[in-house]
């Protein structure tokens, strides 16, 4: 198909889904986030989407705001039917939304309108949800409120963190683009009105709310390890040190004093509001992380201090 197409992301998210579009239609452009500062000497370093366009040879263009007319221009020589979006990392005013034929599509990670907002796999995996998936909306002035053009599910596995659970809904929205825009475009497909009375907001996430709370429940605190994996990671402090935790479960065979720390088959654990979280995997400050039983050889205090 004929399609002119414009691509918007940044992380390895949107990877999937410029590769899909670039096999099978005519994407003009990539427009992605500037590069930014990286390791230890903070030189700039170009985000994921970049690097794959590079890669496939595509035009490139990084402004640091699309919220005047002049950065906007570049885009509009391209002259796209339509803008494919996909975690680009800025709000799109009424200038850039409305000046395709087709308007601006957006590759969603959730079930919309459950999870709107900057974290929906987070969110998902935090309150306990047993399926996720994709959403194909067509973009408007609000926060994710756009009428749905499509929508795939996916249950979410009781073991999976974020990170893995992002790379499968990446694939996902790749195989439904490709599949559904055409459709789109000829009007086979048409928007479909959210329900505002059902939507659900997931914040953008910081590194403080890793911060593990023990008044909690022990399957809210597994929960919470499994949906800030990789990011914003999850900790508790040890020796006035943050402790990472990188894998945890939770039992309820036993009741305690909540934030008490024990010993419970060979691996550090810690009473909750209502159970058990043991950890499975750590990481002490200023070293590698360990499994939880390797962290008790050198730690052997954990429940005496």
Known sequence: MELKIVFM????????????????????????????????????????????????????????????????????????????????????????LTFPPYGCVNVHASLLPRWRGASPINAAILNGDQQTGVTIMKMDEGLDTGPIISMRSTPIDPQENAGELSDRLARLGGETIIEILPKYISGELTPTPQNDEDSTYAPMLSKKDGELDFSKDAEYLARQVRAYSPWPGTFTYWKNQPLKIHRAKASLSSQGKSNTRVIHNSLPAIYSGNGLLILEEVQPAGKRKMSGETFLNGARDWIAE
């Open 9 to 96: 992301g940044s992380p390895d998210f949107a990877l999937p889904t410029l590769q899909a579009l670039s096999d099978h239609f005519q994407v003009q452009g990539v427009v992605t986030q500037p590069d930014r500062p990286a390791g230890r000497g903070k030189s700039l370093s170009p985000l994921p989407v970049k690097k794959l366009a590079l890669e496939l040879g595509l035009n490139i263009y990084q402004p640091r705001s699309l919220r005047t007319e002049e950065s906007i221009q570049q885009i509009k020589e391209w002259n796209p039917d339509v803008i494919v979006v996909a975690a680009f990392g800025q709000i799109l005013k009424k200038n850039v």
